[in-house]
């Protein structure tokens, strides 16, 4: 297992319980609104659908409410994120069209073109190889189908300075404030990540050579967050 890998299990191994409540108050309650603008980005004839990153299934549940016919897989590398995603399908009443599954981004236990569509979220900034990742998330979707995700992006301009000033002490100390250790070093990480993936990473040059085509990107919140959609070729 890379570092990396070993890192993300790390992280979030203690995380599942109080995932969505944090995540909810540290994005300023912006992630809600995000996925709910990534889940449009889906058709809603797609009626089998992979969410990957799936974590306590936020994205998988929007999907399944936005379409009643939809089945939905979710995929996530932690049982322990996906243990509390499963707690809250069931309460969602969604156990029967949601099923939630441990394994990797970077090798997906389907065949080509399962799906009709394909979403993930803050997932490329974990992976060794976001290229030959990109190219295995696009492998699963059937031709024509949609792809989207969502990731934290760094806001240009005037709110540079305040989103820099936010993720190296606000962000941090908050997340300590709420959820002790855990989420100190969450907080901690996240700047550093986030600013150093989109420094090295050209992601949407990364899609258009995975085949993807007709590729989308919005930024939202001041961009704070950046939702990126495509058609698979
Ligand atoms: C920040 S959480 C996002 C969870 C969920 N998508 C959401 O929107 O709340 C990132 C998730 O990515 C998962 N993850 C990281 N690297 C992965 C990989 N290589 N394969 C599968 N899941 C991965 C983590 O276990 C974690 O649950």
Do not use: C, K
């Amino acid at each position: 297992m890379s570092a990396r890998t070993a890192h993300a299990r790390q992280l979030f191994a203690p995380l599942g319980p109080n995932y969505d409540r944090f995540a909810d108050l540290l994005s300023f309650r912006q992630d809600p609104r995000w996925r709910r603008f990534l889940v449009s980005r889906i058709p809603d004839d797609a009626l089998r659908v992979l969410d990957v990153a799936s974590g306590t299934a936020a994205v998988a549940i929007e999907l399944a409410r936005r379409s009643p016919e939809r089945r939905i897989v979710g995929i996530d590398q932690s049982a322990e994120m996906l243990a509390a995603g499963r707690t809250r399908v069931e309460r969602a009443g969604l156990g029967s069209r949601i099923e939630l599954r441990e394994g990797r981004a970077e090798e997906l236990p389907f065949g080509d073109g399962e799906f009709d569509a394909l979403t993930f979220t803050y997932l490329l900034r974990y992976v060794d190889d976001p290229a030959a990742t990109m190219r295995e998330l696009a492998r699963v979707v059937r031709p024509g189908g949609t792809i989207a995700m969502l990731e934290f992006a760094v806001p240009r301009g005037l709110w540079r300075p305040l989103w820099e000033l936010y993720v190296r002490a606000l962000l941090p100390a908050a997340g300590y404030a709420v959820g002790g250790r855990g989420w100190w070093d969450v907080g901690r990480f996240l700047g550093p990540s986030i600013r150093g993936f989109h420094a090295r990473v050209p992601l949407l040059d990364l899609w258009r050579d995975a085949g993807i085509v007709d590729v989308h990107a919005r930024r939202l919140s001041v961009g704070g967050g950046i939702v990126v959609w495509g058609v698979r070729a």
